[in-house]
Antibody
């Protein structure tokens, strides 16, 4: 059964960059899109972007200038970078697999942006 | 951006009741719509994709219908374990979620 494990810094200061990584276990890495979704009380669930093999990416236009996704096929990992964070970027960040819908989710990483 | 609006925001019903949640899109999303269930402290779980296709392992009391701009998620006989928040999500043009419907089981 495919599992996602995610990690990254949980406390950031305004203007810093958020970096999270998600590892894929027990499943194929090459056949799917992999995405990041965040959840906050104010904005609810927001899709940030997704990536597939050969670096094919799609981004949410609301984040496009600040967000980038990358993948490391040798490690079955993919990563999120969000620059110039503010308090509005506080929330729980999830990595997900996309095949039909988002059928596999990581456990979530709580990120807090505070000075 | 395509906006997704769910109704109601909160729903309270008894065990065995038939429950329906509505999701409306600000423009057509054809049948590119998914439903998710989320319990407190957990990640969302995919229930239905392509508007009406049940994800593997999801109980058959869940069903989805609709196309274009109006969709419904129905729980045919509400169970205590169905207490959760439910979200719709379109994936026709980018991906956007509804604001959620909290279902409480009396």
């Amino acid at each position: 059964q495919v599992q996602l494990q995610q990690w990254g810094a949980g406390l950031l200061k305004p203007s810093e960059s958020l970096s999270l990584t998600c590892a894929v276990y027990n499943g194929s890495f090459n056949d799917y899109y992999w995405s990041w979704v965040r959840q906050s009380p104010d904005k609810g669930l927001e899709w940030l972007g997704e990536i597939k093999l050969r670096g094919m990416t799609k981004y949410n236009p609301s984040f496009k200038s600040r967000v980038s996704l990358s993948l490391d096929t040798s490690k079955n990992q993919f990563s999120l970078r969000l620059t110039s964070v503010t308090a509005a970027d506080t929330g729980i960040y999830y990595c997900t697999r996309i095949i039909r819908g988002m059928d596999v989710w990581g456990p979530g990483t709580t990120v807090t942006v505070s000075s | 951006d395509i906006q997704m609006t769910q109704s109601p925001s909160i729903l309270s019903a008894s065990v065995g009741d038939r429950v329906t949640i509505t999701c409306r899109a600000s423009q057509t999303v054809r049948d590119w719509l998914a439903w998710y269930q989320q319990k407190p402290g957990k990640a969302p779980r995919l229930l239905i994709y392509k508007a009406s296709t049940l994800e593997s392992g999801v109980p058959s009391r869940f069903s989805g219908s609709g196309s274009g701009t109006e969709f419904t998620l129905t729980i045919s006989s509400l169970q205590p374990d169905d207490s959760a928040t439910y979200f719709c999500q379109q994936y026709d043009n980018s991906r956007t979620f509804g604001q959620g419907t909290k279902v409480e089981v009396k």
